[in-house]
């Protein structure tokens, strides 16, 4: 289980990378936001979505690694699934992880059709990549490392 997860960060990885290079820079405000090309739209949907998968797949991973070290899990929440992935050095901080998953959230319930909400996504979910790889790469770090593969 936890090599068919890490397998999919690591496509996603690939994504994420791609949808940021195909966006070329962020718009600034509203005016940019507008004039994007065609690529450019479709590269930041798909950026939105690769956000939106990474989240999921690093929080299947994050609810998988307490029961990989026999760690009891009666009556925990998201938030102590991200408290036991900073435990373990996988997340530089619960709270910013609880920020990503609420952005997933939104990105999967509510996509807004006024512009500048969908620019405010956008620049969450641009601002969203770095952790996102960062924890992913951790993650891969701590499984191999702590022999949790077999």
């Known amino acids: ?3 068919a997860i890490l397998a999919r960060l690591d496509v ?5 990378e791609e949808d940021v290079e195909a966006l070329g820079s ?12 065609r690529s450019q739209r479709v ?3 798909a950026l939105l979505k690769s956000v939106e998968q990474m989240e999921d797949q690093l929080a299947r991973l994050f609810r998988l690694l ?7 899990t009666t009556g925990w929440f998201a938030q102590d699934y991200a408290n036991f992935a ?12 609880t920020a990503i998953i609420r952005l997933r959230n939104r990105l999967v319930h509510d996509y807004p059709l006024q512009p500048e909400a969908q620019l405010e996504l956008l620049s969450q979910a641009h601002a969203a990549v770095p952790l996102l790889v960062s924890t992913a790469r951790a993650a891969r770090s701590f499984v191999e490392n702590e022999g949790l593969l077999s």
Do not use: C, H
Not at 12 to 16: P, Q
């Open 66 to 72: 307490p029961k990989l070290m026999l760690t009891s």
């Open 26 to 37: 962020l718009p600034a405000d509203m005016v940019g936001y507008r004039a994007m090309n």
């Open 43 to 45: 590269a930041s949907r």
């Open 1 to 3: 289980m936890a090599q």
């Open 86 to 97: 900073e435990k373990l050095g996988i997340v530089e901080s619960s709270f910013a992880w």
């Open 12 to 16: 996603l990885i690939v994504a994420l």
